[in-house]
T-cell receptor, first 114, second 114 residues
Framework: ETGVTQTPRHLVMGMTNKKSLKCEQHLGHNAMYWYKQSAKKPLELMFVYSLEERVENNSVPSRFSPECPNSSHLFLHLHTLQPEDSALYLC?????????????FGAGTRLSVL | DQQVKQNSPSLSVQEGRISILNCDYTNSMFDYFLWYKKYPAEGPTFLISISSIKDKNEDGRFTVFLNKSAKHLSLHIVPSQPGDSAVYFCAASGTGAGSYQLTFGKGTKLSVIP
């Protein structure tokens, strides 16, 4: 099993669709993250969960809704997205959210909103 | 305003030579720095890190140098190999509350020419 697995790898959706991105980590970590990477921009942190509680929400629009049912799984529920939401969505995990944190990333979901 | 800057979008180096990737930061609260490497269709993978109490950290062919007074760090790859061709991201974090948050640069695409 790879460390952090994301599904699906590619997703095309219309603006009225509802879809979900899934992330699973097999590293025994207790913190998980969602990032967005748009073309020509740095990775942007969207959400952080530590011990299944959300500890950060970086002013992300409500059309993105995260869910962390346990420390190994993280979801990003998508609803009525806009074309500018097309991007690579990356999930990461780390041992904890203290100092000197190394985050381990999944391969990402390439999302296209039509 | 970008707090972590990688001013060179791309770099080409001959195989066997040294690759030097640069990163500048503006936030003096950053005290832990990481380099990630990303191949196409994969997530970023952790490469090497350095704490602000050090000015150099070495791991095999990879060395990271930190100049705190200049708020500058660099990644040296010696000797460069074709398999090193990838996008390299510099990231930074602080300590204390919010230290889980990594701030990324836009990345530098390294091409190692055989």
């Amino acid at each position: 099993e790879t460390g952090v697995t994301q599904t699906p790898r590619h997703l095309v959706m219309g603006m009225t669709n509802k879809k979900s991105l899934k992330c699973e980590q097999h590293l025994g970590h207790n913190a998980m993250y969602w990032y967005k990477q748009s073309a020509k921009k740095p990775l942007e942190l969207m959400f952080v969960y530590s011990l299944e509680e959300r500890v950060e929400n970086n002013s992300v629009p409500s059309r993105f809704s995260p869910e962390c049912p346990n420390s190994s799984h993280l979801f990003l529920h998508l609803h009525t997205l806009q074309p500018e939401d097309s991007a690579l969505y990356l999930c990461a995990s780390s041992q904890d959210w203290g100092t000197t944190i190394i985050q381990y990333f999944g391969a990402g979901t390439r999302l296209s909103v039509l | 305003d970008q707090q972590v800057k990688q001013n060179s979008p791309s770099l080409s180096v001959q195989e066997g030579r040294i690759s030097i990737l640069n990163c500048d930061y503006t936030n003096s609260m950053f005290d832990y720095f990481l380099w990630y490497k990303k191949y196409p269709a994969e997530g970023p993978t952790f490469l090497i890190s350095i704490s602000s109490i050090k000015d150099k950290n070495e791991d095999g062919r990879f060395t990271v140098f930190l100049n705190k007074s200049a708020k500058h760090l660099s990644l040296h790859i010696v000797p460069s190999q074709p398999g090193d061709s990838a996008v390299y991201f510099c990231a930074a974090s602080g300590t204390g509350a919010g230290s889980y948050q990594l701030t990324f640069g836009k990345g530098t695409k390294l091409s190692v020419i055989p």
